[in-house]
Nanobody, 115 residues
């Protein structure tokens, strides 16, 4: 079974940085796009950023210029470098990966940004 495990969340102050990591394991042959979503309390889950196997990226407008997504295919790992964090970035961040047409999700990691 495909598993995604996130790490790197925590509590930071506004303006600080965090780096999230997500490692995929299991039958991940054919894994292509990986990405990050986030869900704030009482809100829907929204795309933050995604990256293809060819390192083509896309970002939500709210994080452009502050967040950077990258991946290490050899380690089956995707990263999200988050700089200049704002209180509105507070959310549970979920990793996702598409493996042979099926989308898998991690359990999420909480990021809290205090003002």
């Amino acid at each position: 079974q495909v598993q995604l495990v996130e790490s790197g969340g925590g509590l930071v102050q506004a303006g600080e940085s965090l780096r999230l990591s997500c490692t995929a394991s299991g039958p991940i042959f054919g894994m292509n796009r990986m990405g990050w979503y986030r869900q704030a309390p009482g809100k829907q889950r929204d795309l933050v950023a995604s990256i293809s196997t060819g390192s083509s990226t896309n970002y939500a407008d709210a994080v452009k210029g502050r967040f950077t997504i990258s991946r290490d295919s050899a380690k089956s790992t995707v990263y999200l470098q988050m700089n200049s964090l704002k209180p509105e970035d507070t959310a549970v961040y979920y990793c996702t990966a598409n493996v042979r047409g099926v989308n898998y999700w991690g359990k999420g990691t909480l990021v809290t940004v205090s003002s």
